[in-house]
């Protein structure tokens, strides 16, 4: 079983900054592409930013420019570096890890999702 841990929220001022981490953990052999996505008050789960194995990275328009996604492959690991934050940020922050293999000779490929960690940003 694989399971992703989140860290680092909580309540920041707009203009300021946070650091998400998310630890993904238990029988991996690879993990295609890692990512975050939020939820606000409301409305839909929608896409932040998002990291393959090779290194491609996907913004979502609102982040551009604010927002820097990384990540560790040998410590299956992904990291969103949050700058310049905004109210409208304020949401539900949930790593997603897509195209988990458990092992070589598995070819079946999971999709796995954070409990989410609260991101706040006060005016």
């Known amino acids: 079983q694989v399971q992703l841990v989140e860290s680092g929220g909580g309540l920041v001022q707009a203009g300021g900054s946070l650091r998400l981490s998310c630890a993904a953990s238990g029988s991996i052999f690879s993990i295609a592409a890692m990512g975050w996505y939020r939820q606000a008050p409301g409305k839909q789960r929608e896409l932040v930013a998002v990291?393959?194995?090779?290194?491609?990275?996907n913004y979502a328009d609102s982040v551009k420019g604010r927002f820097t996604i990384s990540r560790e492959i040998a410590k299956n690991t992904v990291s969103l570096q949050m700058n310049s934050l905004k109210p409208e940020d304020t949401a539900v922050y949930y790593c997603?890890?897509?195209?988990?293999?458990?092992?070589?000779?598995?070819?079946?490929?999971?999709?796995?999702w954070g409990q989410g960690i609260l991101v706040t940003v006060s005016s």
């Open positions: 990291i393959t194995s090779g290194g491609i990275t």
């Open positions: 997603n890890a897509g195209g988990v293999r458990t092992a070589a000779y598995v070819y079946r490929s999971l999709e796995v």
